[in-house]
């Protein structure tokens, strides 16, 4: 048994619309994981994305269910049902409450792509999100991120020294370009896990039919 003084826990957490998960989704997790000593990374698929405004965005167990497919062969993966089993929007900082009271003897990470970093002080209690977790960025192409995480620290102080920079290999890919491509017959193929390509093929999903 690990003696819980000297061993630091991690949990990574990975929230996402998840319409579908894709590559991008994945290696920023397994980067995450490795760079931070993650003992876990949780998928969890938003309800009702209070932020997006597409109608159109795939029932919440499709979603789900392909994320289950996306990180079935990873040991270090696992997923989360809170906020698909939430009544109405959801609201991450509440996510983040249920997460740090189930789990008590962990960090907690909070991973997003860095260009969603703004975003999330738009979000309700986004002073309080920073008091439950550590944040973690993933540049994505093309994005530098070390002046704007020092400008963000300056700007907001409740997050000095939470904000860590995780460089993942370049992948310009987006679920909103994979629903564009499935629209159009465009291949989708090395995007994503074949089995989620399988599913959203079996299930028609995107193609506008
Ligand atoms: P959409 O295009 O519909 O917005 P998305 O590809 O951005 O979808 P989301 O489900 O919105 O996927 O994203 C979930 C999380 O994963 C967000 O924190 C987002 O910043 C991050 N993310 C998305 N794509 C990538 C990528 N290619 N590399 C690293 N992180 C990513
Ligand atoms: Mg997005």
């Given amino acids: ?47 009702t994305p209070p932020h997006k405004d597409r109608k159109d965005i795939s029932a919440a167990e499709m979603r789900y269910e392909m994320v289950k497919l996306a990180i079935h062969d990873n040991p270090a993966f696992d997923i989360s049902r809170v906020e698909i089993e939430r009544e109405g929007p959801s609201y991450t900082v509440e996510t983040l409450r249920v997460l740090r009271r189930d789990w008590p003897d962990h960090e907690l990470y909070f991973i997003t792509g860095s260009d969603a970093l703004l975003e999330i002080f738009s979000w309700r209690e986004a002073e309080e999100i920073f008091r ?77 039919s």
């Fill in 132 to 208: 439950l977790v550590q944040y973690i960025g993933a540049a994505r192409p093309g994005f530098d991120a070390s002046d704007f995480f020092l400008k963000v620290q300056q700007e907001h102080p409740e997050t000095q020294g939470k904000i860590h920079y995780l460089e993942v290999p370049a992948l310009a890919i987006s679920s909103t370009d994979i629903r564009a491509r499935v629209r159009r017959g465009e291949p989708i193929r090395y995007l994503l896990p074949e089995t989620v390509r399988l599913y959203l093929e079996q299930h028609r999903l995107y193609s506008g």
């Fill in 1 to 47: 048994m690990n003696n819980p003084k000297e061993k630091v826990n991690r949990l990574g957490i990975m929230g996402g619309t998840f319409d579908p998960i894709h590559y991008g989704h994945l290696v920023a997790a397994e980067m995450a994981r490795a760079e931070f000593k993650l003992s876990k990374v949780l998928f969890i698929p938003t309800g």
